[in-house]
């Protein structure tokens, strides 16, 4: 009889997720099976069930791209990991390896990627099967659920922070303090610069200060970007968008320093209006970021292995799967809830 694993399941976009019984896949060429610890729900997932984005994952699927886990198999020719390593299946999945994204460091917009949750199954699973190439490598020491966050959340926002350009000693704006936030605050921290985090939840800016932020900024009071202009002394060096809400990309834009830079990386539905005046009459860059190259991975989990970033976790089942989407799409989880495959 073949080995089962249980899953959750997108079977219908906007529908809740159902826990079914599978096969557990069976490791083919180039490929390794990972037996699943942990792993972090972020809102990406919640976009991915609702169908949110112009490119939509195929229905059946299993969401989830912070799964980490320990390898119980590897295919033919996989020499690059062995079985017994803990490894994390990240958002890229996998990506050429040949073009000229992937030959210049920036797998990430590969035209031929692939994404784990999205159009490769993903962690809300026992098992999950991945590429050896463009898996995490989980340091030694760190928690597997601690590092969950980190494959998403942590390497999103490192990457993001230096794309900003802001050096040691400028100021960065954090906007949305959520799951990608919260380790938002800690990277910058890590890294010199002085910390602006902007919310509209007083117990998510409460937070933001313990973690090191030096000004807090609740947008839905007052004028937020006169506020944030005012703590900063006109406008942050870099601004970090993850908030997923449209208002604060108009904003995060407007609470840019002159010749600062404006990364956008939450993903909500929809456009934004950019005042073009402002934007080309005060030398701002607005670019967009998508996760972090293999490289940036490797340097997101040094900072959390090195403990100077720490992924503040609530540990579910995976059967909790619907009341964690239905929170989060509430607000109502305080950083980041990573599922624990230990529980049952
Ligand atoms: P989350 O729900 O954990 O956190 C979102 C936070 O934004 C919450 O604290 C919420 O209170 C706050 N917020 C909501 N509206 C706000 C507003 N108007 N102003 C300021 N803050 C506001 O979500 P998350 O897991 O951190 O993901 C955030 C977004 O980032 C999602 O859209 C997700 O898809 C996207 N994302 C993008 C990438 C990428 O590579 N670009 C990677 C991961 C996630
Ligand atoms: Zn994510
Ligand atoms: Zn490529």
Redesign the pocket.
């Known amino acids: 009889m073949s080995l089962k694993m249980r899953a959750a399941v997108v079977e219908q976009f906007g529908q809740p997720l159902v826990i079914r019984e599978f096969d557990v896949p069976v490791a083919g060429p180039g490929q390794i099976l990972v037996k699943t610890e942990a792993c972090g729900v972020?809102?990406?997932d919640?976009?991915a069930a609702r169908g949110d984005w112009p490119l939509k994952p195929t229905v059946p699927f299993i969401p989830g791209h912070e799964g980490i886990g320990v390898v119980t198999a590897i295919g033919e020719g996989v020499t690059s990991v062995k079985v017994g390593e803990r490894v994390g299946v990240p958002?890229l999945y996998s990506a050429c390896g040949h073009c000229e994204y992937c030959l210049t460091a920036w797998e990430t917009v590969c035209a031929q990627a692939q994404f784990g949750g999205y159009t490769k199954n993903g962690g809300f699973a026992e098992y999950i099967l991945a590429d050896p190439n463009y898996v995490a490598h989980i340091p030694p020491g760190l928690d597997p659920r601690e590092a969950a966050p980190i494959i998403?959340?942590g390497v999103?926002t490192y990457k993001?922070i230096k794309e900003t350009g802001a050096r040691p000693g400028q100021w960065i704006v954090i906007?949305?303090?959520?799951?990608?936030?919260h380790l938002a605050v800690q990277y910058a921290k890590a890294m010199g610069l002085q910390v602006c985090a902007?919310?509209?939840?007083d117990r998510?800016l409460a937070h933001a200060t313990k973690l090191g932020a030096d000004a807090v900024v609740n947008?839905k009071n007052g004028d937020p970007v006169e506020t944030v202009k005012e703590a900063t002394g006109g406008g942050a060096h870099g601004v970090l968008i993850?908030?997923?809400?449209l208002?604060?990309f108009k904003?995060g834009v407007a609470m840019t320093r002159k010749h600062g830079t404006c990364v956008?990386?939450?993903?909500?539905p929809g456009e934004f209006p950019v005042p073009l005046f402002d934007v080309v009459a005060n030398c701002i860059t607005v670019r967009?970021?998508?996760?972090g190259n293999r490289q940036d991975m490797a340097e997101a989990l040094a900072f959390a292995a090195q403990g100077k970033v720490k992924a503040d976790i609530e540990l579910q089942p995976l059967s909790a799967i619907n009341q964690i989407f239905e929170r989060?799409e509430h607000?109502d989880?305080p950083?980041?809830v990573v599922i624990d495959f230990s529980a049952v």
């Not at 906007?175 to 936030?181: K, W």
């Not at 902007?198 to 939840?201: A, T």
């Open positions: 972020c809102h990406t919640l976009h958002w998403c959340a999103t993001g906007s949305g303090v959520g799951g990608l936030g902007v919310d509209i939840d998510k947008a993850t908030a997923p809400s208002s604060a904003q956008l990386v939450g993903l909500p967009g970021s998508f996760v989060l607000g989880v950083s980041r």
